[in-house]
């Protein structure tokens, strides 16, 4: 079946086991040491991410301005199937900051503040699961799953229009499946861009996206089920917030 798998490609695993006097210790399992031959860096396919800021309202057009913006880069790598010659693709994100270093701070010594916005910028793909046991760290997570679906349903709409030259075709060509919870915030994202982006109305978006998406979860576990206090959704993914709210409320 030819398809398409996203995720995030970390910088760092989710540990690296150490037994020490019979007790565990972790470390970084920075799995990218070597590097890595079976992926592609496609340098021309990037998209911004956008966090916090503000709504303006111009008329009837919402306008999403003084945002914080993270490139989203791709890495592909190459799924081979079964008694097959056909191939599919999984495409993985690498968080890189919009700009590099603020040299004003840099050329007066203050050289941990000049890059403490590329850090905090490329946090976002550090680490698989970061500890979310503290509100930074469920922030980072949050982030996490914004940027994932954010950098992955403007590829999927990119790549739909470069094919068709429309969107009208939309539910017709494309099938979207969430695999568990991590990723639902795409349905609020293609809403945004639907409607903030290519002109679509709201009713028109909410139709496509009821034909588009699909979603499987493989626990009941409470856990498992993620929820987001509504004050963190609206601080870092204003508009998709926005759009979340108002589903909500029709559906």
């Given amino acids: 079946m030819p398809g398409r798998g996203y995720g995030i490609r970390y910088d760092y695993g989710m540990f690296k086991q ?24 496609r ?39 079964y008694d097959t010659d056909a ?24 050289y941990f503040a000049a890059v403490e916005d590329k850090n905090h910028s490329e946090n976002v793909s550090r680490v698989l699961y970061p500890d979310d046991s503290t509100y930074s760290g469920r922030e980072l997570r949050l982030r996490q799953e ?5 950098s992955t349903i403007q590829d999927i709409l990119s790549r739909h229009y470069q094919l068709h030259k429309t ?14 919870t991590h990723p639902v915030l795409s349905i609020p994202e293609m809403m945004r861009l639907l409607i903030d982006e290519h002109q679509f109305s709201w009713d028109d978006a909410f139709e496509v996206c009821c034909q588009v998406f699909s979603y499987t979860n493989h626990t009941l576990m409470s856990e498992a089920l993620e929820t987001w ?9 204003r508009v998709t917030c926005r759009s979340s709210l108002k589903s909500t409320t029709i559906s």
């Avoid at 150490?18 to 860096?41: A, M, R, T």
């Avoid at 206090?229 to 993914?237: A, E, I, N, R």
Wanted: hydrophobic letters at 35%; aromatic letters at 14%; glycine letters at 8%.
């Fill in 18 to 41: 150490n037994i020490v006097n019979g007790s565990q210790k972790e470390s970084p399992d920075y799995w990218l040491e070597y590097g890595n031959p079976w992926e592609f860096k």
């Fill in 43 to 81: 340098h021309n396919t990037r998209y911004k991410v956008r966090f916090g800021g503000r709504i303006q309202q111009e008329g009837k057009k919402t306008r999403w301005i003084e945002t914080e913006e993270i490139l989203g880069v791709a890495y592909d790598q190459i799924i081979p199937g």
């Fill in 87 to 110: 191939t599919n693709t999984l495409r993985l994100w690498s968080a890189q900051a919009s700009s590099e270093i603020n040299l004003g701070k840099f050329n007066q010594g203050d």
């Fill in 146 to 150: 914004y940027f994932l679906v954010s």
């Fill in 167 to 180: 969107y009208d075709n939309l539910a017709d060509k494309i099938a979207i499946h969430l695999n568990d």
């Fill in 229 to 237: 206090p509504v004050d963190m959704l609206g601080k870092f993914c």
